[in-house]
């Protein structure tokens, strides 16, 4: 494919001996952005009305990251991670975050066998590829912990032996920023672990009453087929990696970052984990796109869904209801889009 870099956008790699388009995606998927529409598009059957937040969510999956969903009861937070899964194919598994969940009934448990004389191991529902963690406030640290090293790692550890999980593997987790009794915030520590963070909200009257419609003779879920397969969504987060971010870019996204961590009204600012959280996220959006490479408009649109829930606002600065949104505003403000690269290789 070849593009004169007069016309082509300042961020899209160019060869310097040529002058055209350097880039060649090699991957089994024939239109990777015309499949995750295709995926988009079969999800919003059920999701009514929330095309951003459903965008939102496929980017976490496509980026080979965790999503946690904030949002009141009643709003669809867990038939979007049953539609995702139907949609893409996916083995899915739910887990009902209680006071008395204990480690073990997420991550599995050695059994003795007395006809063999053995241990043996019974996977818990962690072994999944997308596994809703369903009001994962409610259970104790104790337990939220027994997910830290399953995100991060991809694996589980029981009884001195580690276990790698299903590829892809994805923690949709929900939790209720409205009632807070019997709750037990999530650490620090488990929150970094999610790519990103999104609110579904209410629907418009319009959406509501189509909601009414679309279940008077059942849940639009039990029709929902399958348009990708698992072995198509580990393709489309090859394909992601391989989305090219100029280095103009990279220093953008970790300046970014990195202010969130100067500013005056943060006491906790977003870590380099959060830095890969959003380059990894705009690497999938600029797919979604339909480009090959990172534009600085990709990293706006998705700086607070993954740098918002990594920073914590000072106790003076909520005073003045000062928020994690208001925050990443102000960073990108001040910080300057990054010029262009054009001709460079």
């Not at 952005?33 to 995926?39: M, R």
């Not at 550890?157 to 939790?175: E, N």
């Not at 909601?211 to 003779?217: D, F, H, R, S, T």
């Amino acid at each position: 494919m070849a593009a004169c870099p007069a016309t082509e956008p300042d961020y899209a790699r160019v060869c310097s001996a040529c002058g055209n388009e350097d880039v060649a995606l090699t991957t089994q998927v024939d239109d990777p952005a015309g499949t995750i529409q295709t995926l988009i598009g079969n999800v919003e059957k059920v999701i009514l009305g929330k095309r951003l937040e459903v965008r939102q969510a496929v980017i976490a999956l496509i980026g080979d990251g965790h999503l946690l969903v904030e949002d009141v009861p009643g709003t669809g937070k867990t038939m979007l991670a049953r539609a995702l899964a139907i949609s893409t194919g996916c083995r899915f598994s739910r887990i009902q975050f209680t006071p008395d969940l204990l480690p073990s009934d997420v991550t599995g448990v050695s059994i003795y066998n007395q006809k063999s004389g053995d241990f043996e191991f019974r996977p818990g529902p962690i072994e999944a590829e997308i596994v809703l963690a369903d009001e994962i406030n409610r259970a104790t640290p104790k337990t939220q912990s027994a997910l830290l090293e399953a995100m991060e790692e991809r694996q589980v550890t029981v009884d001195g032996v580690s276990r790698l999980l299903p590829k892809p593997f994805m923690v949709m987790a929900t939790q209720n920023p409205i009632e807070y009794e019997g709750t037990f915030p999530l650490p620090e520590a488990q929150l970094d672990r999610f790519l990103m963070r999104i609110h579904l909200g209410y629907p418009n009257l319009t959406d509501e009453v189509a909601v009414l419609e679309g279940q008077q003779g059942g849940h639009p879920i039990h029709d929902l087929q399958a348009v990708v397969t698992n072995e198509t969504v580990r393709d489309l987060q090859a394909v992601v990696r391989g989305i090219w971010v100029d280095a103009l870019i990279k220093q953008y996204i970790v300046q970014i970052a990195s202010s969130t961590r100067g500013h005056d009204a943060v006491y906790l600012g977003a870590s380099p984990r959060g830095s890969l959280a959003l380059f990894r996220a705009s690497q999938a959006h600029a797919l979604l796109a339909g480009r090959d490479y990172v534009t600085p408009d990709d990293v706006k649109a998705l700086a607070y869904s993954t740098l918002g829930h990594r920073i914590i606002i000072s106790p003076s600065a909520q005073v003045r209801s000062v928020d994690a949104r208001q925050v990443v505003e102000d960073v990108l403000e001040q910080i300057p889009v990054p010029g262009s690269r054009v001709g460079v290789s």
